[in-house]
């Protein structure tokens, strides 16, 4: 399993800090990352991460204020992000898989509940 938490309401230009640990099964994919539904459109990849520390992000706007990270012995995937703005709003799912490619075509075998992310203007 994946629990995600961190979100919550944030004002534009400030941060968050999302947290995913995982569980069970999941704590034995090697791979991680993030994606994100915001209202009214797919969801969408934010980045991914493999086990050595290795990044993938979606878009360079998002590399300039997002960082992805992880913590192997606690098995959890963190997203930091900064000078957040109101279309960042969205709610954020970790997933994870044995294979990268699978994580940032958003093919993984596991997901988490989603946790929801409201930046105000």
């Known amino acids: 399993q994946l629990q995600a938490c961190g979100g919550g309401l944030v004002q534009t230009g400030g941060s968050l800090r999302l947290s995913c640990a995982a569980t069970g099964r999941a704590s034995d994919s090697a791979n991680m990352g993030w994606f994100r539904q915001a209202p009214g459109k797919e969801r969408e990849f934010v980045a991914a991460?493999?086990?050595?520390?290795?990044?993938?992000y979606s878009k360079d706007y998002v590399k300039d204020r997002f960082t992805i990270s992880r913590d192997n012995a606690k098995n959890t995937v963190y997203l930091q992000m900064n000078k957040l703005k109101p279309e960042d709003t969205a709610v954020y799912y970790c997933t994870a898989d044995p294979q990268y490619l699978a994580v940032i075509r958003g093919l993984s075998e596991s997901w988490g509940q989603g946790t929801l992310v409201t930046v105000s203007n």
């Open positions: 991460i493999n086990l050595r520390g290795g990044a993938t």
